[in-house]
Nanobody, 118 residues
């Protein structure tokens, strides 16, 4: 079974930076996209950033110009560089990987907590 393992979360002061990392325990073939989502209790999980196999990126409006997503497809690793963090960024961040072999399959990490203090 493929497992996505996130790391890099924690407590940071407002204005600080964090880098999240996500790696697959087993090679995933035909990756079409990798990304990061976040969720606050009681609210829907939302897209933070996504990068396709063609290197196209999408960001939530709230994180544009502050967060940067990057990936290394060869190692099935995706990163999220978070700068100028504010308390609104506090959430559980989930790694996501999509693969397409005839049909699309989606993999999710267990999540890593990011807490930004003011």
């Amino acid at each position: 079974q493929v497992q996505l393992v996130e790391s890099g979360g924690g407590l940071v002061q407002a204005g600080g930076s964090l880098r999240l990392s996500c790696a697959a325990s087993r090679r995933i073939f035909s990756i079409s996209a990798m990304g990061w989502y976040r969720q606050v209790p009681g609210k829907q999980r939302e897209l933070v950033a996504r990068i396709t196999s063609g290197s196209s990126t999408n960001y939530a409006d709230s994180v544009k110009c502050r967060f940067t997503i990057s990936s290394d497809t060869a190692t099935n690793t995706v990163y999220l560089h978070m700068n100028s963090l504010n308390p609104e960024a506090t959430a559980v961040y989930y790694c996501n990987v999509e693969s397409r072999v005839g049909v699309t399959r989606t993999y999710w990490g267990q999540g890593t907590q990011v807490t930004v203090s003011s």
